[in-house]
Nanobody, 120 residues
Framework: QLQASGGGLVQAGGSLRLSCAAS????????MAWFRRAPGKEREFVSS????????YYADSVKGRFTISRDNAKNTVYLQMNSLKPEDTAVYYC???????????????WGQGTQVTVSS
């Protein structure tokens, strides 16, 4: 029900925009989030947005570089990633949940993940 796309290989300092298209759920009722998992590390919270897009939240490591947004008419959430660093390399996952939280276990639906690789 969640399909993530937009990952790829980019040089440090570059940009990527991830998309996550939802189907089969009342999209605007869900808080949406992005998580990532780097090789050998735990899954970590990246960013989240409320149902109407009015409030956004970011991990300190991406604040000022990443921007989350959503288009409820298109049932899609985005993650604009600028000034990418090699440490941003990870598989990025989108998730949908009933509440805003940084805890991944609370989210109900998950996308399949999209690989982001940042070369130095």
């Amino acid at each position: 029900q969640l399909q993530a796309s937009g990952g790829g290989l980019v040089q440090a300092g570059g940009s990527l925009r991830l998309s996550c298209a939802a189907s089969g759920l009342t999209f605007s009722s869900y808080r949406m989030a992005w998580f990532r998992r780097a090789p050998g590390k735990e899954r970590e919270f990246v960013s989240s947005v409320t149902g109407n897009g009015g409030r956004t939240y970011y991990a300190d490591s991406v604040k000022g570089r990443f921007t989350i947004s959503r288009d409820n008419a298109k049932n899609t959430v985005y993650l604009q990633m600028n000034s990418l660093k090699p440490e941003d390399t990870a598989v990025y996952y989108c998730a949908a949940g009933a509440i805003i939280t940084t805890a991944p276990t609370v989210y109900t639906y998950w996308g399949q993940g999209t690989q982001v690789t940042v070369s130095s």
